[in-house]
């Protein structure tokens, strides 16, 4: 019997030194992740805790966990925040660190391009450059967001919210106002006058040369999160036009001024 209890208190402590030994290598130790911390960084955060998954790429699991980095750049007063995680091999329980992997960078501090500037980089781009699909006649307005959501992804490309009206054949599709859409014409082509929030994306190949293109997309940001995105359309009326007619309906032929 004795012995029996004996034998009992050394499984019940072996039994609680392997509980604490897991939860002590549930995840890389504070230590290791300082060690990593880069000494340049303005700031850097750890977002934990991490996840345990598969990498489909290099045929293993990983353990990784996710980080927030501010760093100085060339240029005073502008900063670059790298987002991005690192990876760990799980080795017999331990947490062995791999590498690290970037996701996305961001510029911070860089003086916006003016209006003007915008507006020399569009007169200088082919008409097909801007115009929207199904779009019928000329671009009634192009303006600036209210809150363009400036987004510098490198020193030379900059991305950022306006709003056009213009005319466009409906071939389907929802407007956020849908509640104000009338009927659907069902033997003519409905030609609509809408407002669109368009995202534009300007490139240069230098800090000191003027910006040389445009990219334009139809999906924009949520304000606060621009790791998801919508696209924003207003119905604003609707003309119903002869199908045969509709086809020769043309396309634009100048290039948009952007406003303030």
């Not at 960078?105 to 929207?132: C, F, H, M, W």
């Not at 509640?179 to 240069?204: C, G, N, T």
């Amino acid at each position: 019997m004795k012995n029996r209890k004996i034998l009992l208190c050394v499984v019940s402590v072996a039994l609680l030194c392997l509980i604490n030994v897991g939860v002590s290598q549930a995840q890389p130790s504070a230590a290791q992740l300082k060690a990593l911390e880069p000494k340049t960084a303005v700031s850097f955060v750890w977002h934990r805790p991490g996840t345990r998954e598969w990498s489909s790429t290099y045929k293993k699991y990983v353990y990784s966990i996710y980080w927030t980095a501010k760093r100085k750049t060339d240029q005073p007063g502008v900063f670059v925040t790298i987002k991005g995680y690192s990876s760990f091999d799980i080795i017999g329980g331990r947490y062995v660190y791999w590498r690290d992997f970037v996701s996305g960078n961001s510029y911070d501090g860089q003086k916006p391009p003016t209006v003007a500037d915008i507006n020399e980089t569009i007169q200088r781009l082919p008409v097909r450059d801007l115009a929207q699909h199904e779009q019928v006649g000329e671009f009634e307005s192009l303006r600036m967001a209210p809150k363009p959501d400036w987004e510098w992804h490198t020193m030379n490309s900059v991305s950022f919210t306006v709003i056009a009206v213009y005319r466009v054949k409906f071939s389907g599709g929802y407007y956020d106002n849908d509640e104000q859409v009338p009927a659907r014409p069902a033997d003519k082509q409905s030609i609509d006058r809408v407002e669109r929030h368009l995202r534009f994306r300007l490139y240069r190949d230098g800090l000191t040369v003027p910006w040389r293109a445009i990219g334009v997309s139809t999906s924009v940001p949520l304000e606060g999160s621009r790791n998801t995105i919508r696209e924003i359309k207003k119905f604003l009326g609707r003309e119903a036009v002869d199908h045969m007619a509709s086809r020769e309906l043309p396309g634009p032929t100048r290039l948009p001024v952007l406003t303030q």
